[in-house]
């Protein structure tokens, strides 16, 4: 499976992936009863994935995530991701770190394999800014919910303020021309008009 992932990851033209140790159905990585496969076979899902990278000569970036610390703890984590830093992996991802204190001894123990920190505010995790990421040693730094947070506060307000006074409240400068320009309308407006359309001969 893991193989067959990231061939068709690749036809698909994507950057690069997490390969983790979590059993199927896996769940979010801040979440409590995580399980996690034993360390060969997640070993075997890490050499299964360069594997195919390797047939397929691309540079897909396989990013090894281990989410054992929660049951396994922080030596098996560090040894696991030893294990798919030696079958090929880029960038390491030890999930869930419980200190920064946790996160910032993680670098130094598999330093100067590149680690990736995972942010997610309220979570297990404690809060690591950017500058704190970066003075630690991080390589890389991904904010899980840096859009889906403030859209479901922003949906939630908006659904309330309709139940309760039966408007949306949408801001004077949000217009609908604003959205699809968003969408890509200028762009779609291209295309016509460079084909000969006559679609928005008259305007928008």
């Given at each position: 499976?893991a193989?067959r992932?990231?061939?068709?990851y ?6 690069g992936a ?5 059993v ?6 801040h979440?409590s009863g ?8 997640y ?13 397929m000569?691309s540079d897909?970036?396989?990013i090894?995530?281990?989410d ?5 703890g922080?030596?098996e984590?560090i040894s696991?991701?030893?294990?798919a830093r030696d ?6 991802l ?18 100067p ?6 942010s997610?505010?309220?979570g297990?995790s404690?809060?690591?800014t950017?500058?704190?990421a970066?003075e630690m ?12 947070a403030?859209a479901?506060?922003a949906i ?9 006074k039966?408007i ?8 609908p021309v604003k959205l699809?320009q968003?969408?890509?309308l200028k762009d ?7 084909a ?9």
């Amino acid at each position: 499976m893991a193989a067959r992932t990231v061939e068709q990851y690749i036809r698909a033209g994507v950057a690069g992936a997490h390969l983790e140790d979590q059993v199927l159905t896996k769940r979010c990585g801040h979440l409590s009863g995580k399980k996690v496969v034993p360390h060969e076979e997640y070993i075997s899902r890490i050499r299964a994935a360069h594997g195919a990278r390797v047939r397929m000569q691309s540079d897909f970036v396989l990013i090894a995530r281990t989410d054992a610390l929660q049951s396994l703890g922080y030596d098996e984590c560090i040894s696991r991701l030893r294990a798919a830093r030696d079958e090929g992996a880029d960038v390491g991802l030890l999930e869930g770190f419980e200190t920064k204190a946790q996160a910032a001894q993680a670098v130094k123990d598999l330093a100067p394999w590149p680690l990736l920190l995972n942010s997610v505010e309220n979570g297990k995790s404690p809060v690591i800014t950017v500058d704190e990421a970066r003075e630690m040693g991080f390589r890389i730094i991904i904010f899980s919910f840096a859009t889906l947070a403030p859209a479901y506060v922003a949906i939630r307000q908006t659904l309330s303020l309709l139940k309760n006074k039966g408007i949306v409240g949408t801001p004077d400068e949000i217009t609908p021309v604003k959205l699809f320009q968003v969408c890509g309308l200028k762009d779609s407006m291209e295309v016509d008009m460079k084909a000969g359309g006559t679609s928005f001969a008259s305007g928008v």
